[in-house]
């Protein structure tokens, strides 16, 4: 799946704003990883 689709965001502001996001997402990730081990 595409960070634009599962962020709900212009595919633009992924490319401008890639390496934000990535560190956003990556945050996001090891927040809510433990949720997902089941």
């Given at each position: 799946?595409?960070?634009?689709?599962?962020?709900?965001?212009?595919?633009?502001?992924?490319?401008?704003?890639?390496?934000s996001s990535?560190?956003?997402?990556k945050q996001?990730?090891?927040?809510?990883?433990?949720?997902?081990?089941?």
């Amino acid at each position: 799946m595409e960070i634009s689709q599962l962020l709900n965001i212009p595919r633009s502001t992924v490319q401008y704003r890639r390496t934000s996001s990535f560190e956003l997402l990556k945050q996001f990730l090891e927040v809510h990883a433990d949720e997902w081990d089941g």
